[in-house]
């Protein structure tokens, strides 16, 4: 028996763990080298256009964490991260005062299945968000979104779409884990550009971004994106557009 367990371990064996992997050498990055990894734009979810490069970029929205996100943009491109969210397995339910403007979705994403669902302000339910059904909540509730009754949890997160900056932007930029930012007005962009610690080259393109252009960032790492339409989005929601 001794001798067999040794034969077993030099063959890759070991009792009740299965084979030894293969060993290769180890990847090791200084402390120095992890901030080049931290990007605010990942490689796992939602496609949300090209960066610089014509490279994809992907905004993982379905966590295990709470992932709050808020955009101060147009309204197409909150549509457009609903959808492509939605097709990705994700419910998602959007409390909005303009209904009328989200229902061609809602009554076209899924194929008839019930994924986008509408709700007055105020008046979103609880989710039920797990693992097997994650959920994005997309806030489009005007300059001053009250505090929300559904609030971003594990497999939950929440979108805030705000026009421009209001009043309430200061605190829900500094709540979110990420931020998009779409074109505005230099005042705007320097008053972002300080809540964002932005580089000065990254405030002066804001005023000057073309339709469908968003800088998504954080205070450490920022990317522009361009949102390119599918043509059943161009069909649905129209040519992408800052000014609704």
């Not at 990942?42 to 905004?59: C, F, K, M, N, W």
């Not at 300059?143 to 609030?151: D, L, Q």
């Amino acid at each position: 028996m001794r001798g067999g367990a040794r034969s077993s371990a030099r063959g890759g064996a070991r009792g009740g763990f299965g084979l030894v992997g293969p060993r290769r050498g180890r990847h090791v990055l200084s402390a120095a080298d992890l901030e080049a990894l931290a990007l605010p734009v990942g490689d796992d979810g939602v496609v949300i256009g090209v960066d610089a490069g014509g490279r994809p970029s992907v905004l993982g929205v379905n966590r295990p964490t709470p992932y709050e996100i808020t955009l101060i943009g147009g309204l197409w491109t909150a549509q457009v991260l609903a959808l492509r969210a939605a097709a990705t397995g994700a419910r998602v339910a959007v409390e909005t005062g303009r209904g009328p403007v989200w229902s061609p979705l809602a009554r076209a994403a899924g194929g008839g299945q019930p994924c986008v669902t509408l709700h007055d302000v105020g008046r979103v339910p609880p989710q039920g968000a797990s693992a097997g059904s994650p959920v994005l909540v997309v806030r489009d509730c005007g300059m001053r979104p009250p505090r929300g009754r559904v609030v971003a949890g594990p497999w939950q997160s929440v979108l805030t779409l705000l026009p421009y900056l209001s009043p309430t932007a200061p605190r829900l930029l500094r709540g979110a884990a990420l931020a998009g930012v779409q074109r505005v007005s230099p005042d705007e962009a320097e008053r972002i550009g300080r809540l964002m610690r932005l580089p000065q080259g990254a405030v002066d393109s804001l005023p000057t971004l073309g339709d469908g252009v968003t800088l998504w960032c954080t205070t450490r790492d920022r990317q522009f994106v361009l949102t390119q339409p599918t043509d059943t989005e161009t069909a649905l929601l129209g040519p992408p557009r800052r000014i609704d």
